[in-house]
């Protein structure tokens, strides 16, 4: 089985709280350790503004390997 050490993820929304929350609920069902993120503010001349956010997810200490199957 092969599964990647980091993960980088990128979302839309179109609020900045539907951001956050969403980052918040990554954070907490995380199969390791959220070591990034970040959220920009974009316009779009026809439809507005609205948020790229990016979350970077690594599986950085042994343990984090170990129960995500990595080795066994």
Not at 23 to 49: F, L, P, R, Y
Request: aromatic share 8%; glycine share 6%.
């Amino acid at each position: 089985m092969i599964r990647p050490l980091k993960t980088t993820r990128k979302f839309y929304a179109s609020t900045r709280k539907e951001a956050d929350d969403h980052i918040e609920k990554m954070i907490k069902e995380s199969d390791g350790v959220v070591t990034g993120q970040k959220v920009n503010q974009k316009e779009h001349k026809e439809a507005g503004s609205y948020y790229e956010f990016e979350v970077i997810e690594e599986l950085n200490r042994s343990r984090d390997i170990l129960d995500n199957g990595f080795l066994g």
